[in-house]
């Protein structure tokens, strides 16, 4: 036999190249290759698109922010807040004006309300960064000193509140409502307090504190 014959126990199986089981064919080399370039290349999409959506958070992020400058109880005030601070937000958490309640935050309930230039507001409903030059007060600039004003006198006086939740938005309201002359009757005051919800159902006495504010009483 010559160096080339090989015998029938020698040939290799049809289909059989010769190689170890452990050394990849043609066909798993090209299978595998073209899954980990597949794989590597959508690795580097995902992670680009990663990297350019992490850009794109940080930059939206970033609020714009507004310097304003406005006289609180008499005290004049410059600060620098997000733009969409409220003017309630201003009040208690920069300020630490905290007499001003959060109650429903949506304008419906009245226990926010303070005064802006003598013009009684909503304040969770404001944003403070248009309030540039405004006066505010709020119900810690009502009393004199130790001399509670005559509203806040009046409360005490007719027991105007239980929980008093929402009596300084009361106050706040009650004086501008006799500022605005509605208080020549007890449904005018009724109608012209309407914005303002008392959970704890004081409006009987509230009433009359506004009438013996007013005089009526």
């Known amino acids: 036999m010559s160096p080339t014959e090989l015998t029938e126990s020698e040939v290799p199986p049809p289909g059989d190249s010769g190689e170890s089981p452990t050394t990849p064919t043609r066909r798993t080399f090209i299978a595998t290759t073209t899954a980990v370039g597949g794989a590597v290349v959508a690795g580097g999409l995902i992670a680009g698109s990663g990297f350019i959506d992490a850009e794109e958070a940080a930059a939206a992020g970033a609020a714009p922010s507004g310097r304003v400058s406005l006289t609180v109880n008499g005290t004049r005030r410059t600060v620098t807040v997000d733009n969409r601070t409220s003017l309630l937000d201003l009040l208690r958490e920069h300020f630490g004006l905290t007499g001003s309640k959060k ?32 006066e505010v007060t709020t119900i810690e600039g009502l009393a004199e000193g130790d001399e509670l004003h005559p509203l806040q006198q009046a409360f005490v006086d007719q027991d105007a509140f239980q929980c008093g939740y929402c009596t300084p938005g009361q106050i706040m309201s009650g004086v501008s409502c006799i500022k605005e002359g509605h208080t020549n ?11 303002n919800i008392c959970r704890c159902g004081c409006y009987v006495k509230i009433v009359r504190a506004v009438e013996q504010t007013a005089g009526r009483k």
């Open 185 to 195: 009757s007890p449904e005018e005051i009724r109608e012209w307090m309407s914005g």
């Open 103 to 134: 109650g429903c935050n949506a304008g419906a309930c009245g226990a926010c309300t303070v005064q802006v230039d003598g013009q009684r507001v909503n304040s969770c409903l404001t944003l403070a960064v248009r309030l540039e030059g405004a």
